[in-house]
């Protein structure tokens, strides 16, 4: 069906808040990844989910950064305390199979994180 | 760590042109390596994937090749359109168990001038 949302489109903020971000994978789709992309950049990889659980979680700048996927669909990106560098397009991606398979990535189209 | 190079980062083109794009790598030792597309303000479309086993693969007016050994692949596109002006991405997939993510390059800006 449907590819992979994102809500919301826009968020803006002020620096030290909460923020969650959503992301709704392709239904099926057992892994899933959130990337941040910061202007002129390419993605950097933050977090993955294989079904439910967090497999690798390397990519987070700082524990202010968490990210959940309790029943291995949707997931929450969370960030607190927010600060102005965390300013940023923040994407989440799917894929059929885990990471050691040659399938696709499939992006949804981003939060655009504006911390003032 | 894995790095990926875009060359150029941007490039304008008269409606048409054949062009390539290139992309390197510095560990050869990739799963597979993905094209995407970028639009202003939008996420990113897939538009080719190629095996660590594959040298090409072709859809369209696009084909991409890799040549694994040397970091390389490029995007050729052909007959070039206005609508194929965008961002183009490069990511690969490294090899090993330990593996979870893409990484990108820094990606093309391309202009198709009608």
């Known amino acids: 069906g449907a590819g992979v949302s994102q809500t919301p489109s826009n968020k803006v903020t002020e620096k030290g808040k909460y923020v969650e971000l959503r992301c709704d994978p392709i239904?099926?789709?057992?892994?899933l990844y959130w990337y941040r992309q910061s202007l002129g950049q390419g993605p950097e990889f933050l977090i993955y989910?294989?079904?439910?659980?967090?497999?690798?979680d390397s990519g987070l700048p700082n524990d202010r950064f968490f990210a959940v996927r309790p029943e291995g669909s949707v997931s929450t990106l969370k960030i607190q305390r927010t600060e102005r560098g965390d300013s940023a397009v923040y994407l989440c991606?799917?894929?059929?199979?885990?990471?050691?398979?040659?399938?696709?990535?499939?992006f949804g189209p981003g939060t655009r994180l504006t911390v003032l | 760590k894995q790095e990926v190079t875009q060359i150029p980062a941007a490039l304008s083109v008269p409606e048409g042109e054949n062009l390539v794009l290139n992309c390197s790598f510095t560990d050869s030792a990739i799963y597979n390596l993905q094209w995407f597309r970028q639009d202003p303000g939008k996420g990113l479309t897939s538009l080719l994937l190629i095996q660590s086993s594959q040298r090409e693969q072709t859809s369209g007016r696009l084909n991409a090749s890799l040549d694994k050994s040397s970091g390389r692949s490029t995007l050729y596109i052909a007959a070039s359109q206005p609508g194929d002006s965008a961002t183009y991405l490069c990511?690969?997939?490294?090899?090993?168990?330990?593996?979870?993510?893409?990484?990108f390059g820094t990606g093309t800006r391309l202009t198709v001038i009608p």
């Open positions: 239904s099926g789709h057992t892994a």
């Open positions: 991606a799917s894929s059929s199979r885990g990471p050691t398979s040659y399938n696709e990535q499939f």
């Open positions: 989910f294989q079904g439910t659980g967090a497999a690798d």
């Open positions: 990511a690969v997939k490294p090899g090993g168990t330990g593996a979870n993510n893409l990484f």
